[in-house]
């Protein structure tokens, strides 16, 4: 069994252990204070003898320390734990207790679960919303509650008589328990900090819906001064851009943006425009077949888009015309008709597609579909070109 060192002393990162087993690049010591992957926290890394490890898995009684490679290692070895990892590790954690024990204690909202990610940490928690009013409130009374700089105590308590913990623990026999003062008391077996004031500050980054309840992402310490950092150099780009103070800068975007959408349907309008009048110029260059009809087949290798949808409306609306465009990729096929052609666009597409195992349909003058593969688009071809030939 490996007696596990972090559970009373998480700033022990320098330690002497007795390998008890080795075997390739996994190793066993009689004592650890390397942290195995677990209750959401990712592992240690660090160094055993010099040898690099790359992971820490919990094997129940014991504990497996992998190395980068092979290595021969035995009797009593020098272990060091990663520092920067472990209290990057150690802020986040206890940050997430304070952050759920505030969540609790003011709004009755319970944690559900807890994931601590490399760049950024989630707790999902049981309400179907969070509104930017709650949001702001939640961060600012976490904070406060940070700054008061509570002690955070680790003690055992058998899971009979463990009272007051703020979720129920399914762990039978002794129980770790991680308490902050006058605030919170939860069965967890992770690395914290001595007192609140070490989380440092708390950013809580957004908010997504999950299953029917939130997610939470958040950020705590120095990570969260990092990515306020790149928020504000993110936003003073921005303001350098406008030639404008910070503070108006999300009046500005808004004002930018909806600036921007009616450019956009403006331009979209006229492109149309533009495309429905080459149909026409396009109807008057086309001769007349024997049929009587002006018939254009387009092959093209993207999608149908909107202006060519315009280009054929345009070419079939001058009367005695047909517009075919067949699309590669993804499969599908666009047919106009005029008026006075002889068989509606809807009903005709519609039943080749259905023969040629596409779906679609459309009006008298315009039906459009997809086709599964390049071959049924190909047959599709050749039973609308005879169709034209008739």
Known sequence: MTRRLY?????????RAKIVEADANKIYLEETAFYPASGGQPHDTGS???ALVIDVVDEGDRIAHLLAQPSVLNGEVECIVDW???FYHMQQHTGQHLLSAVLMERFRIPTLSFHLGREVSTIDVETASLDAGQVERLEQLVNERGFE????EVGYQESGTASLLRKPSERQGLLRVISIQDLDRSACGGTHVRSTGEIGPILIRKLEKIRGNVRIEFVCGLRAVGRARKDFDALSQIARCFSAPLD??????TTQTARMAEVEKRLKKLLL??????????HGATPVNSKGLRVHIRHVTGGIEDEARAEAQGFAGQGEAVFLILAASPASVLLAVSSGAP???GPTLKALLEKHGGRGGGNPQMAQGSLPSAESLAALS???ESLLAA
Do not use: T
Request: hydrophobic share 40%; charged share 30%; net charge neutral.
């Open 7 to 15: 559970y009373d002393d998480s700033y022990l990162r320098n330690f």
């Open 273 to 282: 425009e533009q495309a429905a009048a080459a149909g026409k110029s396009l």
């Open 48 to 50: 055993i003898a010099g």
């Open 248 to 253: 108006d800068v999300p009046g500005l975007v």
């Open 343 to 345: 068989f509606p666009a």
């Open 84 to 86: 920067e990892r472990r």
């Open 382 to 384: 050749k039973d609308l």
């Open 149 to 152: 700089n509570r002690p955070v």
